[in-house]
């Protein structure tokens, strides 16, 4: 499977970015897949998922700004971002498919380039 992220950008706190994760080659509809992120000088973080049957589950930090989303097709995911604060600058990724508890799986998870996203005070 190939993933391809775009939406980031620089914006400014309390802004809003609409992430999107282009999916094509193999489907993978019936596995859960996220967002994860990279910001600077620290490890990469689970930002939110979203599993087959639509459950999601969001890291305490973005709860309540964030939205992980899917098309009908299943084939696009999505990360609506709002309120944005300078802590969620980082590098942006897609990873699909997860394990079906939604932990990344290093021989299969697939991940994205990445899209950076900079939020200024």
């Known amino acids: 499977v190939q993933l391809v992220e775009s939406g980031g950008g620089s914006v400014q706190a309390g802004g809003s970015l609409r992430l999107s994760c282009a999916q094509s080659?193999?489907?993978?509809?019936?596995?859960?897949m996220g967002w994860f992120r990279q910001r600077p000088n620290k490890e990469r973080e689970k930002v939110a998922t979203i599993d087959r049957y639509g459950t999601t589950v969001y890291r305490d930090s973005v709860k309540g700004r964030f939205t992980i989303s899917q098309d009908s097709a299943k084939r696009t995911l999505f990360l609506q971002m709002n309120s944005l604060k300078p802590e969620d600058t980082g590098m942006y990724y897609c990873a699909a498919p997860l394990s079906p508890i939604c932990t990344v799986v290093d021989d299969t998870t697939s991940w994205g380039q990445g899209t950076q996203v900079n939020v200024s005070s």
């Open positions: 080659g193999y489907r993978i509809d019936g596995h859960c």
